[in-house]
């Protein structure tokens, strides 16, 4: 995973809070994107960046925010946490090519609690 | 839209057999299809991918995979499984010439955990 790193590893948050988990790439990779991944509903795009200041939402975007002020930091906050965030959540790149075959480079993830 | 289907929830085998992991796609054109393996409290990794050309196609730690295009399948195999592969494994698809909202987005399958026993 090196080249991208998340942050926190490990957090847990009381409902209601406001929480931003990290997201910084070293490759100057344009895109970035948000998943979290739930038991038995594999990885889900919550957002993702086409490049610095350009966001659009994934499939579930609804609780969450993005900013990509910067191309290496893709942060997703939580405006108002709720158990059903509790979810591993993970950062992933990829460069920008027209019709690239290039795979996506993911960190290590954030596991979040909610309680 | 692409999908990606992965049959299986948990595969099963000994040690030193083979090990095969399902996955079906369903793209409108020529799909570019990979696999990746996400190892306990680590991200995914990157294991393979299909974009042309041979049909077989070799990755990392062994594994292997192969296309059937009439078979819509993109199915990963190995020929002696380690206890050391046990993993969560996911088939992600693109359809490059799709004009989804998602952009260069990968669709992932739902994953298939393999345990290797000893």
């Known amino acids: 995973d090196a080249g991208i790193t998340q942050s926190p590893r490990y957090k847990i948050t009381e409902t209601g809070r406001q929480v931003t988990l990290m997201c910084h790439q070293t490759?100057?990779?344009?895109?970035m994107f948000w998943y979290r991944q739930d038991l038995g509903h594999g990885l889900r795009l919550i957002y993702y960046?086409?490049?610095?200041?350009?966001?659009d939402k994934g499939e579930v975007p609804d609780g969450y925010v993005v900013s990509r002020s910067k191309t290496e930091n893709f942060p997703l906050t939580l405006e108002s946490a709720t158990r059903s965030q509790t979810s591993v959540y993970f950062c992933?790149?990829?460069?920008?090519?027209?019709?690239?075959?290039?795979?996506?480079?993911f960190g290590s993830g954030t596991r979040l609690t909610v309680v | 839209a692409q999908s990606v289907a992965q049959p299986e929830d948990q595969v099963n085998v000994a040690e030193g057999n083979p090990l095969t992991v399902k996955c079906t796609y369903s793209?409108?054109?020529?799909?570019?299809l990979f696999w990746y393996v996400q190892y306990p409290n680590r991200g995914l990794q990157f294991l393979l991918k299909?974009?042309?050309?041979?049909?077989l196609v070799k990755g990392s730690y062994g594994f292997e995979a192969e296309f059937n295009k009439s078979q819509t399948s993109f199915h990963l195999k190995k020929p002696s499984a380690l206890v050391s592969d046990s993993a969560l494994f996911f088939c992600?698809?693109?359809?490059?010439?799709?004009?989804?909202?998602?952009?260069?987005?990968?669709?992932f399958g739902p994953g298939t955990r393999l345990s290797v026993l000893p």
């Open positions: 992933a790149s990829s460069e920008k090519r027209a019709r690239s075959n290039y795979g996506y480079t």
């Open positions: 490759w100057s990779h344009s895109y």
């Open positions: 960046s086409a490049a610095a200041d350009i966001t």
């Open positions: 793209v409108s054109g020529n799909p570019y």
């Open positions: 299909y974009i042309t050309g041979d049909n």
């Open positions: 992600a698809v693109r359809d490059p010439g799709g004009r989804d909202n998602y952009g260069q987005n990968f669709v």
